[in-house]
Structure formats: C-alpha cells, structure tokens
C-alpha cells in the first residue's frame, strides 16, 4: 500500500476557515465552528 500525502492550506478567521487542497485545486469557506469543521472531516 502507497500512502500519497497531500496538503491542505487552511486562512484561518474569527467567523471562517477559507481551504484549499493542492491535489483538486478546490478552494473552500467554511464556518469556524465546531459543527462545520466536524462536517467537512467527516465528508
């Protein structure tokens, strides 16, 4: 098995996190809250 890292830069504010992932490209704002954080781990 092959673990391939990656590496997600994540600006940090009082109301959100704005996300980017290197591999897809995808940029992504999210509420800075326990609820949005837990949400989009689990997704």
Known sequence: MTIHPCF???DIAKHHLDLFDETSGQSL???NTGAAIASWLSS
């Open 8 to 10: 997600i830069g994540c």
């Open 29 to 31: 704002r999210i509420a």
